[in-house]
Nanobody, 124 residues
Framework: QVQLVESGGGLVQAGGSLRLSCAAS????????MGWFRQAPGKEREFVTG????????YYADSVKGRFTISRDNAKNTVYLQMNSLKPEDTAVYYC?????????????????WGQGTQVTVSS
C-alpha cells in the first residue's frame, strides 16, 4: 500500500512558476513509476508527465514540454513537478499517481495509487 500526499499548489500569475511535491509512504517507493495528472473543471483527467522508477526516463505531454520538469528523490520518497512559464490553461487540480512497475504509462486507470490533489490556478 502506498499513500501519496501532494503539496505546493496555489495561485500564480501567468508566466510564473510553482513547484509541486508528492510525498509517498512505504518502503518500496523506488520500485514505482510515478505520474502527474491534472483535471480541469468539466474535463477529463489528463496525463502531464511521468518518471520511471530510477528517474532515468521521463515523459511529457506536448502541452507542457519545455516548461515542466519532473524529478524524484527516492531517498526522500518524493517526486517533484517544477512548473515554469505557467499559462492560464494550466489551471487544474494536479494529482500524483503511482504504479508498481518500472514502466510509465499515460492512462490514468493503469495507476494504482492516487493523492488527494492540489489546486493550481494561473491568472491572466
Amino acid at each position: 500500500q502506498v499513500q501519496l500526499v501532494e503539496s505546493g499548489g496555489g495561485l500564480v500569475q501567468a508566466g510564473g512558476s510553482l513547484r509541486l511535491s508528492c510525498a509517498a509512504s512505504g518502503r518500496t517507493f523506488s520500485s514505482y513509476a510515478m505520474g502527474w495528472f491534472r483535471q480541469a473543471p468539466g474535463k477529463e483527467r489528463e496525463f502531464v508527465t511521468g518518471i520511471s522508477w530510477s528517474g532515468g526516463n521521463t515523459y511529457y505531454a506536448d502541452s507542457v514540454k519545455g516548461r515542466f520538469t519532473i524529478s524524484r528523490d527516492n531517498a526522500k520518497n518524493t517526486v517533484y513537478l517544477q512548473m515554469n512559464s505557467l499559462k492560464p490553461e494550466d489551471t487544474a487540480v494536479y494529482y500524483c499517481a503511482a504504479r508498481p512497475t518500472i514502466v510509465v504509462v499515460t492512462t490514468p486507470w493503469r495507476y494504482d495509487y492516487w493523492g488527494q490533489g492540489t489546486q493550481v490556478t494561473v491568472s491572466s
